[in-house]
């Protein structure tokens, strides 16, 4: 897997005075947005750290594979726009775009699309690791613990050194996910397990192990497929978000890609990341009438109340999430293909999204709907309970993980993440007795 990997030219310096000492530090410039002040060398000519809690002003990284103009509302996966990869494109297309750099041509297609097709199995013994579970786990705290114990199933394909080793890897990851994703979900609910079929698309065949069962056959509604696989397409890679920068911590510590992808999922879990659409589609319940909608908009800005409106704002769009336009018209496909046109839900997002753009507080802080805001209300439509709505999102992102894990890996610059500190604790005092101590 070639990484198309750049460094940043060098551009110029920025001028630093410490204590009346001139520092230069190097501008780098990449292809497109803000170009980096290079502070590595800043502690050693300086004896200081830099500070950035959140790392709202950091770039931890060089990557070619994604760009967000949060500004514009601009996001390219390899250059292409996100919309028309989601209108024109498939999954599978996506998934070899972001691994290797360009579309791939028609033989490129077929032979990714049956290498990915042909690891959708899972060991059998896996399905005892399910069994430990409460039939009442989140789904997401199966998919932690089963997609971490891949590791102990695939020891020919850990040694992140060997390229083959690590083809391997991501392809058994990008193909099995759908299978593990389906059996946490037949899981919570008490069916059988389904198994992948070769002769179906990657979109298609989760869909058929989650909602298909033994006593009869099942046909996949193509528009669904469709909607499915444009999910996918959305919310396959997004820079260097939390949880993408946890797969790249991770595997910064040399820990094998099955580990690094399941840390990823933890990070995914937390409601204000992936699991916001889990929260967005909750919130929208919990609203569940236009008229209660100012309740909620007054909660959401008051500063001593820590309600938030869940599936909007965004640290980097400041505007409007492209993905969240798409998002929203793939809802309304599936909700009219499925003949449900009065929504109550819908009419409240569309209500909540309308009132809270026209509101001072939203549009100083620059707060818009992002991609969780209607990802639930089309997944809700689809069949899923709101406790699969993260694991379909890690399901799409592990795509964009395993490009930025093996890109990282691939950076000659890189070496084991590891942020110092500002320290706030005692300076260095004697040990005190048991006895000696006051109370
Ligand atoms: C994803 O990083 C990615 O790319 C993530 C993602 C991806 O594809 O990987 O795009 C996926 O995680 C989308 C975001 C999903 N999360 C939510 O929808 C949860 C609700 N949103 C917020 O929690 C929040 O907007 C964040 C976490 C998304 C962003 O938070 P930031 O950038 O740290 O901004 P902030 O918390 O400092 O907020 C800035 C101001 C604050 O007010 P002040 O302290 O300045 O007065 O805006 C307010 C916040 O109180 N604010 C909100 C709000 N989001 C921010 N107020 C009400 N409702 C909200 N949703």
């Known amino acids: ?57 950091t770039a931890s ?10 500004d514009q509302g601009i996001l390219l996966y390899r250059g292409y726009p996100i919309d028309e990869i989601a209108e024109q494109g498939n999954f599978m297309e996506t998934a070899y775009l972001l691994l290797y750099g360009d579309l791939p041509n028609a033989t490129e297609m077929k032979e990714f699309e049956h290498a990915i097709t042909y690891h959708t199995m899972v060991h059998e013994q896996l399905q005892n690791f399910y069994r430990g579970f409460r039939r009442d786990a989140h789904p997401m705290s199966i998919m932690v613990g089963v997609v971490g114990a891949l590791a102990s199933f695939y020891h020919d394909s850990t040694d992140i050194n060997d390229p083959h080793q690590r083809m391997v890897a991501s392809y058994r990851m990008i193909a ?18 389904v198994y992948p079929r070769n002769d179906l ?18 046909k996949v509604n193509p528009v669904l497929a469709r909607a499915m696989d444009r ?23 040399g820990a094998n890609p099955f580990a690094c992808i399941a840390a990823g999922i933890a990070c995914l879990w937390g409601p204000a990341h992936g699991g916001a659409n889990e929260a967005a589609l909750n919130m929208l319940s919990e609203i569940g009438t236009v008229d209660r909608i100012p309740e909620f908009i007054a909660r959401a800005k ?24 798409v998002m929203q018209a793939t809802a309304h496909e599936v909700l009219d293909e499925l003949g449900i046109d009065d929504d109550p839900l819908l ?4 209500e909540l999204e309308r009132i809270a753009l026209e509101d001072p507080y939203f549009i100083e802080k620059k707060l818009y709907p992002n991609v969780d805001f209607y990802s639930g209300i089309t997944m809700r439509a689809l069949g899923f309970p709101t406790t699969m709505f993260t694991v379909l999102f890690a399901l799409s992102r592990t795509v964009g993980w395993i490009a930025q894990w093996s890109e990282m890996i691939d950076d000659p610059k890189q070496k084991i993440g590891r942020p110092r500190q500002l320290y706030t604790g005692p300076t260095e005092r004697r040990y005190v007795s048991l006895g000696e101590r006051k109370g």
């Open 1 to 57: 897997m070639t990484s198309q990997f750049k460094t940043g030219e060098t551009t110029g310096a920025a001028k630093l005075n410490i204590g009346g000492k001139d520092i230069d530090l190097p501008l780098l410039k990449g292809t497109v947005g803000p170009e980096v002040i290079d502070v590595r060398a800043l502690y050693r000519q300086t004896g200081l750290f830099t500070y950035d809690p959140g790392f709202t002003s």
């Open 231 to 253: 999910l996918l397409i959305l919310q396959a890679d997004h820079e260097q978000n939390a949880s993408t920068s946890t797969v790249r911590l991770a595997g910064s510590s």
């Open 201 to 218: 698309g990657y979109a298609e065949n989760f869909l058929r192990m989650c909602f298909a069962v033994p006593a009869e056959d099942f």
């Open 61 to 70: 990284c060089d990557s070619s594979i994604t760009y967000i103009d949060g």
């Open 302 to 325: 008051d500063k001593d109340d820590p309600f938030r409106l869940m599936g909007f704002g965004h640290r980097v769009y400041k505007n409007y999430d492209p993905r969240a336009k």
């Open 176 to 193: 099995k996910m759908p299978t593990l994703a389906a059996m946490a979900f037949k899981y919570s609910i008490g069916q059988p397990f």
């Open 347 to 350: 009419h409240v997002a569309r």
